[in-house]
């Protein structure tokens, strides 16, 4: 019989003892580890359990070539170049005329890859679309069925900068769209002119123009975008600026002119507010179905409405500039 040694403190001794006096009385001697009995079922689902790991472990060894595999099988059976008609635009703005689409269209097939497993496609046209100019954000590119979904907010233009023999695009907010124009394709746009600005363009399109003119001139159009007298605005000029260097602006229409004065927002306390000179200006319109007053100068910056004819010594005057030898009259509020 084997032995080991316990110990047992008592009374400051150390006294050895046997396994079986350990045990205590009553202890069977020499008991042995019973065994249990086989059970079916748990080997059953042991070896289910094996079963699923080992096909578990089948998969990802071998996914990695089966995906290889297909990618390739799509690749050499789908694979042929895209027409500019199957990249589409979801909610393409109702602005954008069909020419313009198309162009578009084919500028960003001519990137995409004739492998529709190639996501090297995607990323030349995700960079063309951001790169063009015409595109604000960008929502996703994906692949479809049927081609190349693009799903993006477009910049609209708003109105064309002047600047002498060429004519640029901008937005709302001031930035400028690609292309320059030419006096034939104004006409064609039909959209307000901004001139008179004195600050070159920006160095490429999807850039904002810099200084005070663009932004003043784009706010005024905004606040009288919506008058019965919209369609007799031919331009806004933002050239002159009183002795103070303050903005002085005017709106220019076949024949006539209207001196707005300074930008919205800015009058108080030394002009009318905003909502005066519209309704005097709205006034005009209503008696004499033009805001020129019939081809004159219609002045509403003052503390009347002033009409007078066109003089080329006064228009060489700033706005705001004592002007004691006018010759008009004061029309009724």
Known sequence: MRWFNMFKKKAGSIQLTSPAAARGPGSPRGSRKTHQK???GQTLRGAKVLGLLGVILLVVVGWSPARRALSAHVSQTHA???RPEQITFRNAPAWMPANFTYRLQQLLAEQAS?????????RRVLLTLERCGWVETIDRVQRTPGGIEVAAAFRMPAAIVDQRDNY???????????GVYRPQHIARLRLPMISGVIQPAPAMHGQPWA?????AALLLLHVIADQPYMAQVQAVDVSQRDVRGRLRMALVTAQGLVQWGLPPGTEQPLEPSVGVKMAWLLNVYRQTRSIDAGGRIVEVYGPAVFIHDPDPIQAMRPQGNAQADRTGYTWGR
Request: charged share 25%.
């Open 38 to 40: 086989w059970d079916p």
């Open 80 to 82: 042929r170049a895209l």
């Open 114 to 122: 004739d492998d529709p497993m190639d996501t090297t496609g995607l």
């Open 168 to 178: 640029r695009l901008i937005d709302a907010q001031g930035v400028m769209l690609p």
């Open 211 to 215: 200084g005070d003119q663009i932004p």
